[in-house]
């Protein structure tokens, strides 16, 4: 029998502050006060300030208990898909806190900044080299503003051309930002399907590229966790129409040190740090989306650019063909320490074996689960598979009551309902962190939670029964937010 992490045990009520407060109980004591008391204007507070008066211990365990109602890749296995939530090694996080790039500032000038600088060059080589471009821009604070910053390049590529174009191939395997990005540049999207094994075929590009097609942005490895292995012809046809290819490198996390796409047609690629290149991500902390072009786009990267020149660092803005400045400074610093950290500790053999290790436990879960859940699109996945609850429909379970009950299980539930082309969709990303003991537990709790939607499906359909708040009205929390606390 699998033991599974659970849920149950010591998870505390926590009332409000105001609720603990008791008058004159005091955390702390401050010296003697040695200037006259002086009240508050009450036409600046109006009335006396409302605050909790509480001892250190009552503030201490309010804050501890709260942090763990929580749940992140430290607490538990967060499988979440299209999102790579690894574990981070701490040693990132105590290089990132270093006095020096702590406390460096963005305005001291680049003589005094040549340590952060020329961080900031390797790792931008080291990026080109593991994604086989020419350059790398650090500049986008995320994927999606990657996405935008390479169709700005795209865009200003097709200007400087002398005729610009009007639209974007974008597959139905993409991820939702790509249509948005190439929107904001003013590209209409023309989607496109993919062929019934859940990839592309160059057939279907070629039947829309035209002369009035900028490019085509393809995710690779795609949201259904799929390679898709007719990339190089796909560029072809896009390249001979005079278009460009776009990759969303998102999902690098499943091919570094494999696959290099600079090498396979891509003009232009994103990665995210905070994904692949083990950056704590979540909770809209601050990330970031290296662009990396090869020769045809490289004249456009954003300024400032870093560049070495003999021994020292500096940062240039003179670049003719430049789209111009997309982020204050130089983007978060504080990721690219973490990044540049992970990427010297794994060594470049290192970070293949992390792909490898992310696709072998996506395939154990995969070969593990087939038969349990249906498998809409049954070949060798990369670092995720995607399942859904075609099986679970004849006792009326869905997606949403197995991920709602994998909670009392102790596991954050897989990506569900994405991406779009699988209807119900339960999309599992272990990761390569993840021992096979982790993943044993996850594969029998999902088991388990089948056995139950056969057997019990009233109690499956109330579920979670053990969290601090079971279903929640979700349409009425997006509709009425309750943004005061
Ligand atoms: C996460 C993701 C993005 C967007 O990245 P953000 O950093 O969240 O903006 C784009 N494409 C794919 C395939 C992704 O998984």
Not at 129 to 139: E, M, P, R, S, Y
Not at 308 to 327: C, E
Request: proline residues 7%; contains cysteine.
């Amino acid at each position: 029998m699998i033991q599974q992490p659970g849920t149950s045990g010591l998870i505390f009520n926590e009332p409000m502050l105001w609720e603990k407060s008791r008058m004159g109980r005091c955390a702390m004591s401050l010296p003697k006060r040695d200037v006259e008391r002086k009240p508050l204007e009450a036409d600046l507070t109006g009335d006396e300030p409302n605050l909790p008066e509480l001892s250190e211990l009552d503030v201490v365990r309010h804050y501890t208990r709260l942090s763990q109602w929580n749940f992140g890749v430290d607490s538990g296995m967060y499988p979440l898909g299209s999102c790579t939530m690894k574990y981070n090694p701490k040693t990132n996080e105590v290089q990132a806190a270093r006095q020096g790039f702590a406390g460096a500032h963005p305005l001291s000038g680049d003589e005094f900044s040549q340590g952060a600088l020329k961080l900031m060059y390797n790792l931008e080589q080291s990026l080109a080299k593991i994604t086989g471009f020419q350059a790398v821009t650090l500049q986008p604070a995320a994927g999606a503003h990657g996405e935008f910053c390479g169709m700005l390049m795209i865009h200003a590529y097709h200007a400087k051309k002398g005729r610009q174009r009007s639209k974007i191939i974008i597959p139905d395997t993409a991820h939702g930002t790509n249509p948005a990005s190439a929107s904001l540049c003013g590209y209409e999207s023309v989607n496109i399907k993919s062929g019934p094994d859940g990839i592309l075929e160059p057939e279907t590009v070629s039947a829309v590229m035209d002369e009035d097609t900028a490019g085509i942005m393809v995710t690779n490895p795609n949201t259904l966790g799929l390679f898709e292995s007719n990339i190089k012809e796909i560029a072809e046809i896009v390249h001979s129409k005079g278009g460009l290819v776009y990759g969303d490198g998102a999902n690098m996390n499943a091919i570094m040190g494999i696959v290099k796409p600079g090498e396979i047609g891509i003009d232009v690629l994103h990665l995210n740090l905070h994904k692949t290149f083990s950056t704590p991500h979540g909770g809209g902390g601050p990330g970031s989306g290296p662009v990396a072009v090869g020769k045809t786009l490289e004249p456009f990267l954003p300024v400032p650019r870093v560049i070495k020149a003999f021994d020292t660092y500096k940062f240039i803005t003179d670049s003719p063909d430049t789209i111009g400045r997309i982020h204050t400074f130089y983007g978060h610093f504080g990721i690219m320490v973490r990044a540049y950290a992970y990427i010297l500790s794994m060594g470049a053999e290192g970070l293949a074996d992390a792909s490898k290790l992310a696709v072998l436990n996506a395939n154990y879960v995969k070969a593990s689960l087939k038969g349990i859940l249906n498998l809409p699109y049954d070949k060798p996945c990369m670092h995720e598979c995607v399942f859904n609850d075609k099986f679970q429909k004849e006792y009326h379970i869905t997606t949403m009551d197995m991920a709602k009950r994998l909670l009392d299980y102790g596991f954050h539930p897989p990506t569900v309902y994405f991406p779009l082309v699988v209807d119900g969709a339960f999309m599992v990303e272990p990761t390569e962190t993840e021992s096979k003991e982790n993943i044993d537990q996850f594969i029998q709790a999902v088991k388990s939670i089948a056995l139950e939607a056969k057997n019990d499906p009233e109690k499956l359909k109330k579920a979670p029964h053990l969290a601090k708040l079971t279903r929640l009205d979700e349409v009425m929390a997006a509709r009425k937010p309750c943004l005061k606390g």
